[in-house]
């Protein structure tokens, strides 16, 4: 019983004190907050203000000067690999290969996450459904649309079903439509306990 309170009341994310620096430019100074599990939160900023750093930090590909970070209890600086098996991260830029198909990209990425041989085609299967791409899975990627492209590259990042994702600008360049049915995709997402 104590094990499953603990689960319930360890924040998602936890930042304490991160200062990062670039040559001559502090990004992030003092930055401290706590996000609990099972929530959609934005990270709301003028280009520059160190939003993509700290979800760098966060996501355990650049390490902060000072502070700490815990991702799901785990302490990101200490136990990166540890942390990466659970989350998804996908930056602003992100790239799919052109030349695979969705469902290849797709278990591409499931294979480099863990998921065993034996698991990989439901986990495709599962994720296509998850982001309502069923149809196009034998599709190129070079021949979506941007929406599309865009749900194949948050497909890939949380194929494993990671628990919490990070996504960098996700709607960046996205129509209306397509920023709602991703708005639908994150409440569907944290009904299903992703953070």
């Known amino acids: 019983m104590i094990n499953e309170m603990t689960h319930m009341t360890t924040p998602a994310i936890a930042v304490e004190g991160i200062r990062y620096e670039y040559p001559g430019v502090r990004a992030l100074n003092d930055v401290s907050f706590r996000i609990q599990r099972g929530g959609v939160t934005a990270?709301?900023?003028?280009?520059?203000?160190?939003?993509?750093?700290?979800?760098?930090?966060?996501?355990?590909?650049?390490?902060?000067?000072?502070?700490?970070?815990?991702?799901?209890?785990?302490?990101?600086?200490?136990?990166?690999?540890?942390?990466h098996e659970r989350i998804g991260y996908l930056s602003d830029f992100y790239g799919l290969y052109d030349a695979l198909s969705v469902r290849r990209a797709?278990?591409?990425?499931?294979?480099?996450h863990g998921v065993t041989d034996d698991d990989i085609d439901a986990t495709v299967e599962r994720t296509a459904q998850q982001l309502e791409i069923s149809n196009l899975l034998e599709r190129l990627?070079?021949?979506l649309s941007r929406g599309q492209r865009q749900r194949v590259a948050i497909g890939q990042a949380l194929v494993h079903a990671p628990q919490v994702l990070l996504l960098d600008e996700p709607a960046a360049g996205l129509d209306p439509e397509a920023r709602h049915a991703l708005a639908r995709l994150f409440t569907k997402l944290r009904e299903g306990g992703m953070t």
């Open 43 to 83: 990270l709301v900023g003028p280009n520059g203000a160190g939003k993509t750093t700290l979800l760098r930090c966060i996501a355990g590909l650049d390490r902060p000067m000072l502070g700490t970070i815990e991702l799901v209890g785990i302490d990101v600086l200490e136990e990166p690999r540890l942390a």
């Open 141 to 143: 990627c070079s021949e």
């Open 106 to 112: 797709l278990a591409y990425a499931a294979g480099a």
